[in-house]
């Protein structure tokens, strides 16, 4: 069965400094892969997407950037975080095709709080 | 992608049924529904997806109207733990649609 890790589960920065988050997909090859990010009492924003290894789409300009570097792997950074880039982030996966049956499965989740 | 929407927030009694209502009016013929779940401090869930046929899965049912302008959730014994803020999207299929987020509505299901 296909599971999906992120971590680190929360993670307490200060401003100016780098971030690296990172994600992981098993049991599947070849997915989409999302970056989500959700600010306090907001709703689910878009960052990135990725259909392939290399391939970044960015659908939000911003402080922060993608990257995949590996089919099931992929990396949310910044070189230097803001007050701004507080919030939880999340990581999904879809399959390919003209279909999916099971829509987006999430991560867990990674509570950024920039200090 | 075409425009959901939601009531901000619903309540439900324990053990009877929840009718999530959405609509979505500017669908195009080849755009899914899907709908999701988010409880607290955790990542959405997936919940159902159909395109134009009513479904039904373990969690909940889906009825779409027949010209597709809007649809309405099911879950037929809401629970406590079905307190969650549930999203409609309406997007493409596969590779061609990103997931979108709106605000979604907050069900508070009360004993």
């Known amino acids: 069965s296909q599971t999906i890790h992120q971590w680190p589960a929360t993670l307490v920065q200060p401003v100016g400094s780098p971030l690296s988050l990172e994600c992981t997909v098993e049991g599947t090859s070849n997915p989409n892969l999302y970056w989500y990010r959700q600010a306090a009492g907001r709703g689910l924003q878009l960052l990135f997407y990725?259909?392939?290894?290399?391939?970044i789409s960015s659908e939000v300009p911003q402080n922060l950037s993608a990257s995949r570097p590996q089919d099931r792997q992929f990396i949310l950074s910044s070189k230097k975080l803001l007050l701004s880039d507080s919030g939880f982030y999340l990581c999904?996966?879809?399959?390919?095709?003209?279909?999916?049956?099971?829509?987006?499965?999430f991560g867990s989740g990674t509570r950024l709080t920039v200090v | 992608d075409a425009k959901t929407t939601q009531p901000p927030s619903m309540d439900c009694a324990e053990g009877r049924a929840a009718n999530l209502p959405c609509n979505h009016s500017?669908?195009?013929?080849?755009?899914?529904v899907y709908w999701y779940r988010q409880i607290h401090s955790q990542g959405p869930q997936y919940i159902i997806h159909g395109l134009k046929n009513n479904e039904t899965n373990e969690m909940a049912s889906l009825i779409i109207t027949e010209d597709r302008k809007s649809s309405t959730l099911i879950l037929p014994h809401a629970t406590l733990r079905d307190t969650a803020v549930y999203y409609c999207?309406?997007?493409?299929?596969?590779?061609?649609?990103?997931?979108?987020f709106g605000k979604g509505t907050k069900l508070s299901v009360k004993p």
């Open positions: 990725s259909v392939g290894i290399g391939q």
């Open positions: 500017t669908i195009s013929g080849n755009e899914y």
């Open positions: 999207i309406a997007t493409y299929g596969g590779s061609q649609g990103n997931l979108i």
């Open positions: 999904a996966w879809s399959g390919l095709g003209g279909s999916f049956n099971y829509g987006y499965t």
